[in-house]
């Protein structure tokens, strides 16, 4: 793992080895949307990561999926953030906030306005593979609502005015999320994209709101604090991209890499043929998370020089310290996955470190 503690520069960052926090919803916001108190000390816990990805946060009411997940688009969701941020910075670290927009992976019982969803199209998963956990339990996602003209260009300056409110907040910069079945993704897909316009249909109308949207929120706060998620291939909210699905994504990619991004960061699984296709066409920092992987692999992409960085995720959320662990062989924190998504101090800031 030489590789592994070289440092690295990613976007306006000095990072000092090749190690990330992943971003992890854990549902512990109020119900306003404004990080907890915990969450500050969450974050700075885990400082000594470099680059911590936060949980993903909704860049406006329509795109909360999930209860008790933070927002990113008011003045007190500001002040929640800054908390954290500051904390973080004085840890040693650099956050970036994940923009989350669900898109048709929500419920209307989920939303401060508790409006029908919204999606490239009317179009449902298939809910024996995608539901939704409520205040009165789990749900069927219902039929969402298809965006406009006009809602799409109003969606990407929702993502705008996240990543503006983030950087006053005190971020370093911000992740799109285009990954796990949401809002971009849905676009990007062939099942959940029915659209006939500009937004559907062909690899460059399926691509077209990811691009504008990192085109918009690149000139709003600068290319270098952006970073992009992707996942091709995970078909997470009962997304099909079809057999067009890799070359939408060398599309992609191609056209991102355009706008010099700080990162672009991949969840990959399985056509290692993309992931050096993706590798020989971007052009910044690379960011590798291979579900699944042992740890004794975790430098692995990065050996063969098709990462720059590898971020890690429930092995950080359960070692705060997973940096010096790993530098000592040190045995990991077993990881408590009831705690995931709910509860206050418990699998949240309780866990040890080798000290």
């Known amino acids: 793992m030489t590789k592994l503690w070289e440092e690295n520069r990613v976007g ?5 080895h090749r190690l990330a926090m992943a971003p992890m919803t854990r549902s512990r916001a109020l119900h306003n949307g404004v990080p907890s ?11 000594s990561l470099g680059l911590l990805i936060s949980e993903g946060s909704q860049p406006s009411e329509d795109g909360q999926g999930y209860l008790n997940t933070p927002g990113i688009y008011t003045e007190e969701h500001a002040a929640g953030w800054r908390e954290i941020a500051d904390r973080v910075h004085e840890s040693g670290g650099h956050l970036y906030i994940q923009l989350m927009h669900v898109g048709r992976m929500s419920h209307p019982d989920n939303t401060p306005h508790h409006r029908q969803t919204v999606a490239p199209s009317a179009v449902a998963p298939n809910p024996e593979i995608a539901s939704m956990y409520t205040p009165t339990g ?50 990007l897909s062939e099942n959940a994209n ?20 990192a085109l918009a929120v690149a000139e709003a706060i600068g290319a270098d604090r952006v970073g992009f998620r992707i996942s091709p291939g995970i078909p ?9 699905g890799p070359d939408v994504y060398r599309y992609l990619v191609q056209e991102l890499a355009k ?59 359960a070692n705060p310290d997973f940096v010096a662990r790993v530098k000592a062989r040190a045995s990991l924190n077993e990881i408590d996955r009831s705690t995931f998504y709910e509860g206050g101090e418990k699998g949240y800031i309780d866990y040890p470190t080798m000290k």
């Open 12 to 16: 306006r960052m000095q990072l000092p």
């Open 37 to 47: 108190k915990l969450a500050a000390e969450y974050y700075a816990q885990r400082a």
């Open 138 to 187: 789990m749900q069927a996602i219902p039929i969402p609502r298809e965006l406009s003209y006009d809602d799409i260009k109003a969606t990407t300056a929702d993502f705008v005015r996240a990543a503006e409110t983030a950087i006053q907040a005190g971020a370093d910069g911000v992740e799109i999320h285009g990954a796990n079945g949401y809002l971009i993704h849905q676009f």
């Open 194 to 213: 029915l659209r006939t316009d500009n937004y559907g249909g062909s690899i460059e109308n399926r691509s077209r709101f990811a691009i504008e949207t």
């Open 236 to 244: 997470f909210g009962d997304i099909h991209e079809g057999e067009l």
């Open 259 to 317: 706008l010099r991004l700080s990162y672009l960061h991949v969840l990959h699984v399985g056509n290692d043929e993309l992931l050096h296709d993706i590798r020989k066409a971007w052009p910044t920092a690379l960011l590798v998370n291979r579900a699944g992987r042992p740890l004794e692999q975790l430098a692995a992409d990065i050996d063969l020089d098709l990462a720059d960085i590898a971020p890690v995720g429930s092995w950080a959320l």
